[in-house]
């Protein structure tokens, strides 16, 4: 029996695609983000990997560069499933993916499986057409947003200091290329693992105090101190936790 994996963190699309992917006796596992998505793929290698573009935590644009450099699952069928391609066809030629299709209204989810299955079993890899355009409007201000996000990653990953995105448990959900650098790891290693994992030296309690802090309440910015260092790789490092 095949395997698909959906991420997407709108649970009516997910409804609506389990149940159209089920009814071609498809297996379906779900994850409602990037990070959720990795935790599954440690430890399952879906025939059929579907992903969305905006979502909290790793982005699905993130997310597909992560599975087309991963060893495991660079061969995976991977389908963007976005409204995002509506306003910014530039993912079509930024993504290694296989297809590309634009959200539209709810009734056409069950065409569009029968397209992605129709392509998957007859090897029809990389369409850079995007489908679903026909009758979607262009949307001025998520268009601008998109721009926005854009300038944004582009600032961040340039930034000279290390800089990386926890969520509340301490797992990496993004990091610039300084941060890389530091910990010498692929981003696919690095993202989804737990920060403290990376560093080490007798402020490290004081962290993991911090962390089991804000689960509960707001707490101050934690930097650590100069005369006992934490050592990330083989470099002393000052961290800031805000």
């Known amino acids: ?84 391609l509506t306003e910014d066809d530039r993912l079509t030629k930024e993504l290694d993916c296989d297809l590309f299709i634009a959200k539209g209204p709810e009734a056409t989810i069950k065409h569009y499986v029968a397209t992605i299955l129709n392509n998957f079993r007859k090897n029809i890899r990389r369409q850079k057409t995007i489908l679903g355009l026909e009758g979607l409007t262009l949307r001025t201000s998520a268009q601008e947003l998109l721009l926005a996000r854009r300038h944004y990653n582009i ?13 509340s448990n301490g797992y990496v959900v993004l990091a610039n290329k300084t941060a890389l650098t530091l910990v010498t790891s692929d981003i696919g290693d690095f993202l989804g693992s737990k920060l403290i994992e990376h560093l080490a030296g007798p402020p490290l309690p004081l962290i993991i105090d911090w962390f089991s802090k804000i689960k509960k309440t707001t707490t101050q910015s934690f930097i650590s101190d100069y005369e006992e260092p934490l050592i990330c790789g083989t470099t002393q490092v000052q961290v800031r936790l805000i």
């Open 155 to 167: 600032i961040f990953d340039n930034l000279d200091e290390a800089v990386v995105e926890l969520d």
């Open 1 to 84: 029996m095949k395997n698909v994996l959906i991420v997407d963190n709108n649970p009516v699309i997910i409804k609506l695609l389990v149940h159209a992917f089920e009814e071609q006796s498809f297996t379906c596992s779900v994850a409602e983000d990037g990070l959720e998505a990795l935790n599954v793929l440690e430890s399952l290698t879906p025939d059929i990997i579907v992903s969305d573009i905006i979502m909290p935590k790793i982005s699905g644009d993130l997310l597909c560069r992560i599975i087309r450099e991963s060893r495991k699952t660079k061969n995976v069928f991977l389908v963007v499933f976005s409204a995002v």
